[in-house]
């Protein structure tokens, strides 16, 4: 469908004189085109003078109508998006003032109904905007194409990112939706728990939501539980920016671990939250427990002075120091810590740096994200946390000074990022995180979210994990599943080395990884902002570094990290979501679907393997989790070639005896009527099982090659051969039935020799019967594979 007809097919009539003149503006672009094939001089001057009068027939060219007519619908789209918002924030102020002093239930009720309008208006908003922004790009795109003498895309859309309706922030809209819906809720706090060591035990599970469905997710979650603002005062949206510099060895001993589940293998990051500059982080250890043992995994955490961090990891900063600064902190604000909080602090403190040393841990990766929580402040009971624009960073530079170098402890913020040093990831991570009672079972709306179709689980995802696998190809042994997933290839793809540059290896010491270290970037502080500043920088100016040539045996040994093609697709395709209000109606084609209809496949057409298989029940006709090749399947592949070929070679050995046989009995002399057709019989049979046996070779030899090369590519096919069978037992019945016939032929025509006097055939009449019972042993066994 062309964006034209797309864009209709969206439009919401009652806002429809608000969209981009896609149309009107592709009219301009034919007219442009067509004024510069016939070199019609329409213009306005460049120039002008006050003394020369201009002709009143002067007219504007096509070109300067379609720049003026984009740059009214861009100011259309502006206002109207600004108006929209602002009735809603008015609408939502009315309603939190009206929900404070509400008491009567049924009043509430119309409340929360109109709450629930404002919030559909508010994804409608968002869906205006995302068709005129895509519409825009739509246009510049096609104008360069037919213009090419005239390129403005680049620096239109530049403008158009610069529009307030794309660089708002309207994230105060859910924060006052979540505010009144927790209102009408009656939603009661928990205890706020600000201990210097904490614990976390809780069951979490990981999965994938579309860039253009989070707002609809949010908006679902919301209705339930609020968004959870840890400090109003310094965090007003509704999302926090949060690092997390995460620790590894030269091995990556501690990715390897984590990838493998390893009872005890642990993960150490230091987490800050906010824009500014870190002053107090938390040191985080996350250590994984074997759950079939009736153990949960656990996240413990400590907090240091950020300044304090290179010495902690040098073991200068010691355990008395830093209860006396945790001492002094709680004398701030007029507490104490008591004696197991000095313990808890003491051990985890100890026990994270005895691993620093030990596994001469240093920043490897850096994940940031902005995270949306929603909980009931300080109830942990159900959680939901929604990360969006996340991206991982390389923490050393691969042309600039490591960490070490400069004593630090996290990534120059000076330093441009290039484009092997960062990959952002396509989607958003949501996290659901229960602490239930034994018996206690998820709330129905959470399991409604689950089976919304906008969320796509993906088993023990890790940021961390990704990360590393992504900008570090040449380092690790293995790699997580997912990475196999189609819509991760394009990100990771970006950025994988290229085969001149090839894979940077980790720094051990203080050295430097590289040459000279890059220029300073634009960015005002903030790693967001130099990773994107040094993006476009990176992709135009070409690397300094040569790699050396590698030899054949060398290339023989390296494989990249991706395969040809993706052999995995974890989310399911737009049209099987089957949203909140109507689950499950999409998956199973709606609540009164029969099995009559035109529509339905036929018996045969299902047989011979012609259409695919149904999905399961619970919808969804791919796969959700990866299938694990093993080495076994190769040597099972190898089996069924060689029992096919076992049947091809019985059927040839019978028909070259046969053949054998008929040969010898030419030279028979005294050969009557009867034995003559015989043998011509034996001929015909053998030249009847001949040619099945060589199809069967071929066929075996092309089916071993192609399941051979799709197990090696690891390629999402079905392996099992749903035609072949068929075929072949189709072609040793016809074989079967032709023997028999032939057989019935020649005994009548025996009787009728005997009949009228002539004596009776040698025995090898009984030949064909012989050849047919072999072949019907070899047809089965043959259909058995």
């Given amino acids: 469908m062309k964006y034209g007809k797309y864009i209709e097919s969206k439009v919401k009539p009652e806002w429809k004189d608000y969209y981009i003149d896609y149309k009107g503006l592709k009219d301009l672009i034919k007219a442009c085109q067509k004024e510069a094939e016939t070199g019609e001089a329409s213009f306005s001057p460049r120039t002008t003078s006050l003394t020369v009068q201009r002709y009143n027939n002067t007219k504007d060219s096509s070109q300067e109508l379609f720049f003026r007519r984009l740059e009214r619908d861009v100011e ?254 709680a004398a701030k604000k007029g507490k104490s810590l008591s004696q197991e909080e000095k313990e808890a602090y003491s051990q985890l403190f100890t026990e994270v740096y005895k691993a620093v040393d030990s596994k001469q841990l240093k920043p490897l990766v850096r994940t940031q994200y902005m995270r949306t929580a929603f909980q009931i402040p300080f109830d942990a009971t159900v959680r939901i946390s929604l990360d969006t624009n996340l991206c991982m960073i390389k923490e050393n530079p691969e042309d ?48 409604e979210l689950l089976d919304s179709g906008y969320l796509t689980e993906v088993h023990k995802f890790s940021k961390f994990i990704h990360g590393s696998a992504t900008l570090f190809p040449g380092d690790v042994r293995a790699v997580p599943y997912w990475v196999d997933d189609e819509s991760v290839r394009a990100s990771m793809l970006a950025s994988a080395p290229s085969p001149l540059e090839g894979a940077s290896p980790i720094p051990e010491d203080g050295s430097v990884a590289g040459g000279a270290a890059g220029g300073p970037s634009t960015s005002n502080g903030s790693p967001v902002v130099a990773a994107a500043a040094a993006a476009s920088a990176a992709r135009s100016k070409p690397r300094t570094r040569h790699a050396k040539a590698a030899t054949p045996a060398l290339d023989e040994l390296q494989h990249p990290l991706l395969g040809e093609q993706a052999t995995l697709k974890l989310m399911p395709d737009r049209e099987q979501i089957a949203g909140f209000r109507n689950a499950g109606l999409s998956a199973s084609g709606g609540a009164g679907g029969g099995r009559g209809g035109s529509g339905h496949p036929g018996f045969f057409a299902r047989l011979l393997g012609l259409v695919p298989p149904p999905p399961p029940a619970g919808g969804g006709g791919l796969r959700a989790t990866p299938m694990r090749i093993e080495p076994k399947t190769f040597f099972a592949n190898e089996r069924t070639f060689l029992a096919w070929l076992h049947m091809a070679v019985t059927l040839g050995s019978v028909s070259a005896a046969l053949l054998g046989f008929a040969a010898g009995t030419d030279d028979d002399s005294e050969s009557t009527g009867g034995a003559a057709i015989s043998r011509h019989l034996v001929e015909l049979i053998a030249l009847i099982l001949l040619p099945l046996g060589v199809a069967m070779c071929g066929y075996a030899l092309y089916v071993f ?76 066994s043959a259909a058995a594979f």
């Fill in 76 to 329: 259309k789209v502006n206002k109207f998006t600004n108006k929209l918002v602002e009735e809603m924030r008015a609408s939502l102020k009315s309603l939190n003032s009206k929900a404070e002093k509400e008491t009567d239930q049924d009043k509430k009720d119309d409340l929360l109904k109109e709450a629930q309008r404002i919030g559909d208006d508010f994804l409608g908003l968002e869906k205006y905007v995302n068709i005129n922004y895509l519409g825009f790009h739509k246009i510049l795109k096609k104008h360069d194409k037919c213009l090419p003498h005239a390129p403005c895309r680049q620096f239109y859309v530049a403008h158009l990112h610069q529009q307030p309706w794309v660089q708002g922030n309207y994230s105060d809209l859910l924060v006052s939706l979540s505010n009144l819906y927790s209102k009408l809720r009656g939603d009661s706090s928990g205890e706020k728990n600000e201990d210097a060591a904490q614990g976390f035990t809780r069951s979490t599970t990981k999965y994938w939501v579309r860039n253009e469905d989070v707002s609809t997710v949010k908006h679902h979650v919301l209705q339930h539980l609020p968004v959870f603002q840890f400090d109003k005062n310094i965090f007003a949206g509704d999302a926090q920016l949060i690092n997390s510099v995460y620790m590894d060895n030269s091995n990556l001993e501690l990715y390897h671990g984590r990838l493998d589940k390893k009872p005890g293998a642990i993960a150490l990051r230091i987490r800050w939250y906010g824009s500014n500059p870190p002053t107090m982080v938390f040191f985080e250890r996350k250590t994984h427990k074997e759950s079939w043992k009736g153990e949960e995994s656990v996240k413990e955490r400590f907090t240091l002075p950020s300044d304090k961090v290179v010495a902690f990891m040098d073991g200068e900063y010691t355990l008395e120091a830093a209860l006396a600064d945790q001492e002094a902190a």
């Fill in 705 to 780: 090659m192609w399941r051979a090369t799709n197990i090696a590519k690891k390629r999402a096919v079905h392996f099992d051969d749903r035609v072949g069978p068929l075929a072949l037992c189709g072609a040793v019945v016809v074989a079967l039935t032709a023997i028999t016939l032939l057989s019935l032929v020649d005994f009548f025509e025996l009787l009728a020799a005997a009949e009228s006097g002539a004596p009776s055939p040698p025995p090898p009449a009984a030949v064909p019967g012989a050849a047919a019972g072999v072949l019907a042993m070899g047809g089965g």
């Fill in 400 to 447: 600039g000074p490591s960490c070490a170098a400069t004593g630090r402890w996290y990534r120059d913020p000076t330093l441009a990022v290039t484009r092997t040093e960062i990959t952002r990831f396509p989607h958003a991570v949501l996290e659901v995180k229960l602490s239930l009672q034994e018996g206690q079972t998820s709330p129905a709306w959470v399991q």
